[in-house]
C-alpha cells in the first residue's frame, strides 16, 4: 500500500469490529510526491470511523488527513437521492504553506435533481471560507446531473490578525432542489497553520513631503509573488507598474499615465499610493490603504 500515491483507508467499527469501509485517493494524485504518502503516518478517529493516510502537503502528516462523511437519510420525497447516497467525501489537498488549506467537494453517485452544498463554519471558529479573495463564513456550492463527480476545490482560511496553528469545524448542509433539506453534518476539525499578516506600507508615510529620487518601500505579504504600485492624484495623474518583490522600488513620477510627461514634476502635488499583493493565480489578493503624501 505505500506505493499508492495520496490513499487512506477508511474504517468503520461495528459491534466492536472494524471493517474496511471505502479508501480515498487525492483527487489530484500528481501534486502529491511518493515520498512523502506512505500510508498510516497519520490517523484519526471520529465516532466509529477511522482514518489511515494520507500526507497533507500544507501542515505534515496531520490527524484525520482524509475522512468520509456518512450518508444521510431523513425519509425525504426524493428517496433516489438518499438512497444513491449523498454522502460527501473530502480530501484535503496540498495548499500553500501557511496559507490555506483546500477541500475537494463530490458527490458519490448521480442525483435525480440538483443537490445544493452549503458550507457555514461555527461562530467560535477560528476558520473562515474564502469566495475569490473574500473571507466569508458560508458558502454554497451546487452539484448537478451534469457534474456531480467533479471536485469543487473549497479554500478555507484563518480569520484576519490570527496567526499559529488553527483548528476548527465546518457545517455541511444539504439541499436536494429548492425544497427537500437533509440534516447538518459536521466533519473533523480542519488544521491550518497561518502566518501573521504584517503586508503594509513603509515610506512614504501619511503626510510626508519627499522628493527625487522617489523611492516607496513597503512590507511583503507572505503569500504573494507579484506586487503592483499604484500612484494617483486629484489632478489626474497616474501610475501603475508591477514592481520588484523585494520591498521597496525608485519611482520616476515624470512618466505619469496615461499622457503626462513631466519634467519635473511640479512642487507642492498631492498625490496617493498604494501597493497590491496577490499570488499568481491572483487567489489572493490585498490591497494596502491609500497613503498621501506631497512632490517636492
Same mark, same amino acid.
Given at each position: 500500500?505505500?506505493?499508492?500515491?495520496?490513499?487512506?483507508?477508511?474504517?468503520?467499527?461495528?459491534?466492536?469490529?472494524?471493517?474496511?469501509?471505502?479508501?480515498?485517493?487525492?483527487?489530484?494524485?500528481?501534486?502529491?510526491?511518493?515520498?512523502?504518502?506512505?500510508?498510516?503516518?497519520?490517523?484519526?478517529?471520529?465516532?466509529?470511523? +477511522?482514518?489511515?493516510?494520507?500526507?497533507?502537503?500544507?501542515?505534515?502528516?496531520?490527524?484525520?488527513?482524509?475522512?468520509?462523511?456518512?450518508?444521510?437519510?431523513?425519509?425525504?420525497?426524493?428517496?433516489?437521492?438518499?438512497? !444513491?447516497?449523498?454522502?460527501?467525501?473530502?480530501?484535503?489537498?496540498?495548499?500553500?504553506?501557511?496559507?490555506?488549506?483546500?477541500?475537494?467537494?463530490?458527490?458519490?453517485?448521480?442525483?435525480?435533481?440538483?443537490?445544493?452544498?452549503?458550507?457555514?463554519?461555527?461562530?467560535?471558529?477560528?476558520?473562515?471560507?474564502?469566495?475569490?479573495?473574500?473571507?466569508?463564513?458560508?458558502?454554497?456550492?451546487?452539484?448537478?446531473?451534469?457534474?456531480?463527480?467533479?471536485?469543487?476545490?473549497?479554500?478555507?482560511?484563518?480569520?484576519?490578525?490570527?496567526?499559529?496553528?488553527?483548528?476548527?469545524?465546518?457545517?455541511?448542509?444539504?439541499?436536494?432542489?429548492? +425544497?427537500?433539506?437533509?440534516?447538518?453534518?459536521?466533519?473533523?476539525?480542519?488544521?491550518?497553520?497561518?502566518? !501573521?499578516?504584517?503586508?503594509?506600507?513603509?515610506?512614504?508615510?501619511?503626510?510626508?513631503?519627499?522628493?527625487?529620487?522617489?523611492?516607496?518601500?513597503?512590507?511583503?505579504?507572505?503569500?504573494?509573488?507579484?506586487?503592483?504600485?499604484?500612484?494617483?492624484?486629484?489632478?489626474?495623474?497616474?501610475?501603475?507598474?508591477?514592481?520588484?518583490? !523585494?520591498?521597496?522600488?525608485?519611482?520616476?513620477?515624470?512618466?505619469?499615465?496615461?499622457?503626462?510627461?513631466?519634467?519635473?514634476?511640479?512642487?507642492?502635488?498631492?498625490?496617493?499610493?498604494?501597493?497590491?499583493?496577490?499570488?499568481?493565480? !491572483?487567489?489572493?489578493?490585498?490591497?494596502?490603504?491609500?497613503?498621501?503624501?506631497?512632490?517636492?
Amino acid at each position: 500500500p505505500h506505493t499508492i500515491i495520496g490513499e487512506a483507508y477508511i474504517f468503520r467499527q461495528i459491534d466492536s469490529i472494524w471493517t474496511q469501509e471505502a479508501i480515498l485517493v487525492s483527487f489530484d494524485v500528481e501534486s502529491f510526491d511518493s515520498e512523502f504518502s506512505i500510508l498510516g503516518i497519520s490517523s484519526g478517529l471520529d465516532g466509529d470511523y +477511522a482514518v489511515l493516510g494520507a500526507w497533507n502537503g500544507a501542515t505534515g502528516h496531520t490527524t484525520a488527513a482524509a475522512y468520509k462523511i456518512p450518508e444521510v437519510d431523513q425519509g425525504t420525497p426524493d428517496n433516489n437521492i438518499a438512497d !444513491a447516497g449523498t454522502g460527501l467525501i473530502l480530501l484535503p489537498q496540498a495548499g500553500a504553506p501557511s496559507g490555506y488549506a483546500t477541500l475537494a467537494v463530490a458527490l458519490k453517485t448521480r442525483p435525480t435533481q440538483n443537490v445544493y452544498l452549503k458550507l457555514k463554519t461555527k461562530k467560535d471558529s477560528q476558520l473562515l471560507l474564502d469566495n475569490g479573495g473574500e473571507a466569508v463564513p458560508q458558502l454554497i456550492v451546487q452539484f448537478t446531473r451534469d457534474n456531480w463527480d467533479i471536485p469543487q476545490s473549497i479554500r478555507v482560511r484563518g480569520t484576519p490578525d490570527i496567526s499559529g496553528e488553527l483548528t476548527g469545524k465546518i457545517k455541511y448542509k444539504i439541499k436536494a432542489g429548492s +425544497a427537500v433539506e437533509y440534516q447538518f453534518v459536521t466533519p473533523p476539525p480542519v488544521m491550518l497553520t497561518i502566518l !501573521a499578516d504584517h503586508f503594509g506600507l513603509t515610506s512614504p508615510v501619511e503626510g510626508s513631503v519627499i522628493e527625487a529620487p522617489y523611492e516607496f518601500a513597503w512590507q511583503p505579504y507572505e503569500l504573494a509573488t507579484q506586487y503592483i504600485l499604484k500612484i494617483k492624484s486629484d489632478a489626474g495623474y497616474k501610475y501603475k507598474q508591477q514592481v520588484n518583490p !523585494a520591498g521597496s522600488c525608485t519611482v520616476d513620477l515624470c512618466t505619469f499615465k496615461p499622457d503626462f510627461n513631466l519634467s519635473p514634476l511640479p512642487k507642492n502635488i498631492s498625490l496617493k499610493w498604494r501597493v497590491i499583493a496577490k499570488d499568481q493565480q !491572483a487567489v489572493y489578493k490585498k490591497k494596502t490603504p491609500w497613503v498621501t503624501f506631497t512632490s517636492h
